[in-house]
């Protein structure tokens, strides 16, 4: 039986359905990454948009068991790629037929970027130029890249605007940002249309909590969960702009299916709210329903930016983006389901004991 983990778990607002189902329904679209934390949730949507997806994955911070669900659900819909974005013909097979590339596949952790850059230039860097290769030579029409707010750097003005020039401060942001780059240009030189979505911090369901290098709300919420303190690096004042899930996944279709061209062009897409960690931590123990939960600060992390909150104003404008999903209620969905997995879990172990 499919695990219940793998199961679709958000719903994109109608207005949206209404829009994007039309002009996806029946084409075929490639998602890079599709395997992962966000990829999983954008192929769940694509599927219930009625579209073919197919998926590159090299399996490297994933496992088989996301994908394998959707092509249960779905066998006719869903193909799987299991190769890298770097290996020309693994990408070749993925993209063949595709209208879209959603471009997710990366190394996303900042710490591990700084331990060894050249392994973070060659997948987000130099395996972003061979997506946009391979799209070019299978005649797709437009390339949706998952970008990075890290590309602000500690620039202090606030709201971001994407105006503001970039002021990397790791090698994970410097190739995120050398990919918006890498971007523009394939729509100046080679006519292959692409934009750049700037994600400020997603979080949702099915985020990895078991890494070193885990996202901060599934660390949080399933460190409690198994009595230990959460850690926060620094003094939990530096503040985020925590982005739901779903608001990404419909970032993503709304870039897919604009009518004009995007022209290489680069979209924040955040929720516009900054929370800092503590409040965050305040926020997460009230739907925990606890009074407190006792935090292990440690020294700052370098490369880490203090402060980071979106302007969505052009994604509004040029895609139609709103971050229908607040973090009240994006967050009330999320912890709610890692306490259920962390049930589950436990009585799987009380079962096999
Ligand atoms: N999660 C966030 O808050 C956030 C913020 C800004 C940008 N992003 C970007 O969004 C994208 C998706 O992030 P995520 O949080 O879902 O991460 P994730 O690690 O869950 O997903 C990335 C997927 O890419 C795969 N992958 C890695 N290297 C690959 C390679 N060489 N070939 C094929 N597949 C490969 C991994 O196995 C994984 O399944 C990334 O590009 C990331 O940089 C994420």
């Known amino acids: 039986m499919t695990n219940p983990a ?69 066998p006719d819909r869903v193909r799987f790629v299991q190769g890298s974005i770097l290996d020309p013909g693994a990408m070749g097979s993925a993209v063949e037929g595709a209208q879209t590339v959603f471009h997710l596949a990366a190394l996303g952790s900042v710490p591990m970027s700084i331990e060894d850059p050249s392994r973070n230039w060659t997948v987000n860097g130099t395996g972003t130029m061979r997506v946009l290769q391979a799209a070019q030579n299978a005649g797709v029409e437009r390339v949706v890249y998952s970008a990075s707010s890290s590309a602000y750097g500690n620039n202090p003005a606030l709201p971001k605007l994407e105006s503001m020039a970039p002021e990397p401060e790791s090698p994970y942001a410097a190739a995120k940002y050398g990919g918006e780059s890498l971007m523009r240009t394939w729509s100046a030189c080679y006519g292959l249309d692409t934009v750049s979505l700037r994600y400020f911090n997603i979080f949702g369901t099915r985020q990895a909590a078991d890494s070193a290098y885990a996202a901060v709300i599934p660390a949080f919420v399933t460190r409690y969960l198994d009595g230990k303190s959460p850690t926060v690096f620094g003094d939990g004042e530096q503040t985020r702009d925590f982005t739901h899930v779903s608001n990404a996944v419909a970032a993503n279709l709304l870039a897919a299916v604009a009518h004009k061209p995007m022209g290489g062009r680069v979209v924040n897409i955040g929720a516009g709210v900054r929370t800092s960690v503590n409040e965050l931590v305040a926020m997460i123990a009230k739907i925990l329903g606890t009074q407190e ?9 370098v490369g880490e930016v203090r402060d980071s909150v979106s302007s969505v104003e052009l994604a509004k404008s040029i895609i139609g983006y709103e971050p229908a999903t607040n973090i009240e209620i994006g967050l009330g969905q999320t912890v709610k389901w890692y306490v259920d997995q962390h049930g589950q879990n436990l009585a799987a172990k009380g079962e096999s004991s």
Not at 48 to 70: K, P, R
Not at 293 to 301: M, T
């Open 6 to 74: 793998a199961q679709p778990t958000i719903q994109l607002p109608a207005q949206y359905v209404d829009q994007i189902r039309p002009r996806l329904a029946d084409r075929r679209v490639c998602v890079t990454g599709g395997a992962g934390f966000i990829g999983g949730h954008l192929v769940d949507a694509l599927i219930s948009m009625g579209a073919f997806v197919s998926v590159i994955d090299d399996l490297s911070n994933s496992s088989a068991e996301l994908i394998g669900s959707a092509i249960d659900r779905a």
């Open 293 to 301: 939960i006792k935090v292990d600060y440690q020294p700052d992390r």
